[in-house]
Structures are given as C-alpha cells and as structure tokens.
C-alpha cells in the first residue's frame, strides 16, 4: 500500500508551506525523513526526530534519525516501518529537522492507495510555497501556574535558599 502524506511547515507566514508526498507503508521513517529534507530543500545533513502525535498535535515517543543515548535505547527511524507508527487510527507524526534552528513541520496521512504500476516511490505529488531562509521563530511559554508552596500551603521564597532543606554544597 502507499500512504500519501501531507507535510506542513509549522511558520507564521501568511502563505501555507507543504509537500504533498506518496511512499510506501513498509518504508523506513528514515525514508520519510529523506523525502522531507529533499522536498522542501534542505540538504539532509542535520539531526532530525519524528514525535508520534495524537489529533491535538501533542508530542509523544520520539522516533530519532542516530541514537544519542547513554543506554543505546532510542527508538530509530532506520529501524521503524512507517507502518508501524503510522495507521488509519494513529495518521500523525510531528518533525522536527536541525534542532538548533528547530524546523518543525506536522506530517499527516491523507490517504491510502494503492501501488500504481510503473511509479517510483517516495514521489513528490504536490508544492504549496517557498521555504524561508530561516526557521519560524518558536514561542515558548513558561507554565505560569506552578505552585511554588510546600506542604503546609505556605508559599516557598526560591531566593531563600536557608529553607529550602537541601546541603547547598553537596558536591
């Protein structure tokens, strides 16, 4: 079977950015990770990570192009099926491409075919706008509703290090 994609660039432009993509259910995520970086021009070359995702576009297990792992435990893009993440129930992945730049794109299945004989897999179908020469910039936002009381309800002063209860030189 062949899953066509629609790859989304996360920007604040007014203009839409995606790929419209067709590869193969048995292909590698590596493969998708290819058809991304070449589709949308970038060279390929830099750290990359598919997040499997729910409907609300929340991250979840992360999906890695190398292991950089202390326990060697990462689960690999070269080593997952796209079919193995990417179903009928579960049709959403984040990407994230360059984590210093942090490109970040949502990956959507859009349809299931069938294999159409005498075409090359992964194809690129469709091109909606041109890529930026930088990254969108990210806004990340603090929690501001954290709770910083101890047990009795009493607020915790963080610049009062005296009562924090921790060896303030324990290495």
């Given amino acids: 079977m062949i899953y066509r994609f629609r790859v989304i660039l996360d920007n604040d432009t007014e203009e839409d950015i995606f790929r419209d993509l067709e590869i193969r259910e048995t292909d ?6 290819n058809i991304i970086t070449q589709s949308f021009g970038f060279d390929g070359t830099e750290m990359a990570s598919f997040y499997i995702s729910n409907d609300a576009w929340d ?3 992360e ?4 292991d950089l792992s202390d326990d060697g ?3 690999l893009m070269n080593e997952t099926e796209i079919c193995d993440v990417v179903h009928e129930v579960q049709t959403k992945l984040i990407y994230i491409y360059d984590f210093l730049s942090m490109w970040t794109f949502y990956v959507e299945l859009a349809e299931i075919v069938d294999e159409a004989e005498g075409h090359d897999y992964p194809n ?3 091109v909606q706008g041109q890529v930026p020469d930088t990254a969108p910039d990210r806004l990340f936002e603090a929690d501001t ?3 910083f009381s101890d047990a009795d309800g009493d607020t915790i002063d963080l610049e ?3 009562d924090l209860d921790f ?3 324990w290495n």
């Fill in 28 to 33: 590698s995520l590596e493969d998708l990770h």
């Fill in 59 to 61: 991250q979840g297990e």
């Fill in 63 to 66: 999906i890695s192009l190398f």
């Fill in 73 to 75: 435990s990462a689960r």
């Fill in 124 to 126: 690129l179908m469709f």
């Fill in 145 to 147: 509703d954290v709770d």
């Fill in 160 to 162: 009062d290090y005296e």
């Fill in 167 to 169: 060896n303030e030189n």
